[in-house]
């Protein structure tokens, strides 16, 4: 049946003109609420907004909450990136893009409300917004909202985010698999979610029964930055004698990664030769140090478009079920990590007390 013969049937079933349903379906602003809503019904029902999902996107304005920093490149370089590709996904659809910077928490709640009641804020995406409290405003609000790399726990909005205790799981296990059992882990655990990318290297250390010791495998830092890095990777290697340096040292982002290899380099230490480097982030510096640097790719760019896809299906779907999508990272392989000895262990296994006689 041709688009025309659909929109007629669309008029006729809800007793709206033709036009109005054209409109509606192209996303137009000028009609009511109340017709929009007999419109997107009917057509649900006729199977019309199913081709509709990687298309025309049914919505005028989107208004995007997130901390002050991720709208400067020098302050946030991850989110800011984000927001560049909620935007880039948008500018197919004619969409009017706003936003609004919040806290991560103890969010100013007046503020958030007052624009998502502003007159035309049809829906909104929260980035790396944590306060539950906002969650729940946005939950009660008759507005589609999608979280990005966030998490309501009363589970009532839908999100994107990178799988990031996978994630961290993947970095120590390719850390292992190429021989390196000694890894020391260089993290900033300032939010919940680089708590989960230690949880995944801890996953990872126990599936290789390598015992975690926290004193012993983690340097916790107060800030992604490589001056910090530098400084407190000096301290331990002038704590530790050179016989019981670890063979790697996994580090929780690029500039972090920067700042310890200068702090190796300037303590005598080549690398990959006498310590591997890996990095969790891998977009911001490729080479550092004329190192080419092994990392696992944070998803970044995806995650602004993945929203706008999963706000899509909201506005046409708005009773389907509410979930997580979590990205995968992705591994890309340089200079600064090397092999020790080849991997071939194989698990012990031993024909006594398998099974009841």
Not at 32 to 57: D, F, N, T
Not at 295 to 315: C, Y
Request: with cysteine.
């Amino acid at each position: 049946m041709s688009k025309k013969l659909k929109i007629a049937e669309i008029a006729a079933q809800t007793g709206l003109s033709i036009s109005t349903v054209s409109r509606v379906l192209a996303g137009k602003a000028n009609t009511s609420e109340a017709a929009k809503q007999r419109v997107l019904s009917c057509a649900e029902q006729k199977g019309v907004l199913k081709g509709m999902a990687a298309g025309r996107l049914l919505l005028n304005s989107l208004v995007v909450f997130a901390p002050q920093r991720a709208f400067d490149e020098r302050s946030d370089v991850f989110y800011y990136r984000v927001i560049q590709g909620i935007s880039k996904a948008l500018a197919p659809h004619d969409v009017r893009l706003r936003y609004c910077a919040l806290e991560e928490q103890d969010c100013d709640a007046n503020l958030f409300l007052s624009k998502m009641n502003e007159e035309g804020t049809e829906a909104a995406i929260l980035l790396g917004i944590d306060d539950p409290h906002i969650h729940d405003l946005a939950a009660d609000l008759a507005r589609p909202c999608v979280l990005i790399n966030c998490r309501d726990r009363k589970m009532r909005l839908p999100g994107v985010a990178p799988d990031h205790q996978l994630i961290g799981d993947f970095a120590a296990s390719y850390l292992f698999e190429l021989g390196h059992r000694s890894v020391l882990n260089l993290l900033c655990l300032r939010r919940y979610t680089m708590e989960l990318r230690l949880a995944g290297i801890r996953d990872a250390r126990d599936r290789h029964n390598l015992p975690f010791d926290e004193e012993r495998h983690l340097i916790a830092a107060q800030s992604f930055s490589a001056k910090e890095s530098e400084q407190l990777v000096t301290e331990f290697l002038q704590s530790t004698p050179r016989g019981e340096l670890p063979s790697a040292l996994l580090v929780g982002g690029d500039f972090m990664a920067a700042g310890a290899v200068s702090a190796l380099q300037k303590a005598g230490l080549r690398v990959p030769q006498d310590m591997s480097v890996m990095s969790i982030d891998g977009f911001n510096l490729a080479a550092i140090h004329d190192v080419p640097l092994t990392s696992v790719h944070v998803p970044r760019d995806e995650l602004g478009e993945e929203a706008v896809h999963i706000l899509q299906q909201r506005l046409i779907r708005s009773d389907a079920p509410v979930g997580n999508l979590l990205l995968n990272g992705t591994l890309a392989v340089r200079e600064s990590v090397r092999r020790i000895r080849p991997n071939k262990s194989h698990t012990a296994v031993s024909n006594q007390g398998l099974y009841d006689e």
